[in-house]
């Protein structure tokens, strides 16, 4: 497998590719649409290997409602294809992304991570805020953050 990907911006439908096998299987695709999804100050990017999308995050611009996450962004909507994942494709979209944030002087980045996806996040230097909570249908959560600037 080549090492690297391309990382460009990309719509909110475009990442269905990757949200809909990863995120919402079996499920419909509207299923796919997150709320937020079409503000102008949230921004999807693609990881592209030779023109094919494997990898796609969002990021909207959100605080968050009991922890006081000021100036942040929500990364939501994180899928690397299941065939691409761990070879490092996903840790390369999140530190382009945090790069790109910072240089836009945003202070943190924060996720309900998906319990699954916590030793990922925790590699890339996020920390657990809070208990644990459900979102029905998908299952066991956590806040986690980073302070990127
Ligand atoms: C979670 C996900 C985005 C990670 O992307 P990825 O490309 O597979 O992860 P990477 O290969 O970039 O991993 C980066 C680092 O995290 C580590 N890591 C990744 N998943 C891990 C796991 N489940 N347990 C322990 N370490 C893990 C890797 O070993 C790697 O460590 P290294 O830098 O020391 O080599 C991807 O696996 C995925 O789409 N999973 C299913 C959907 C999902 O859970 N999304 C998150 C929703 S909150």
Known sequence: ??????????S?????????????E???ISSCALEGDNVNTTIHYGGFMKNKL???????KNS???HKLENAYQLRGMAVLKKYQGNGFGKIL?????T???E????????????????FYKKLGFEVIGNVFDIPEIGNHYTMHKKIK
């Open 100 to 102: 790109s944030l910072s």
């Open 104 to 119: 836009k002087q945003i202070s943190i980045l924060w996720m309900n991570a998906r319990e699954i996806a916590i030793p």
């Open 54 to 60: 494997i990898a796609v995050a969002s990021f909207m």
């Open 64 to 66: 968050h409602a009991t």
């Open 94 to 98: 999140l530190n382009f992304v945090e």
């Open 12 to 24: 909110s439908k475009e990442t269905y590719a990757v949200r809909h096998p990863v995120l919402r």
């Open 26 to 28: 079996g499920r419909p």
């Open 1 to 10: 497998m080549a090492d690297t990907i391309q990382i460009k911006p990309i």
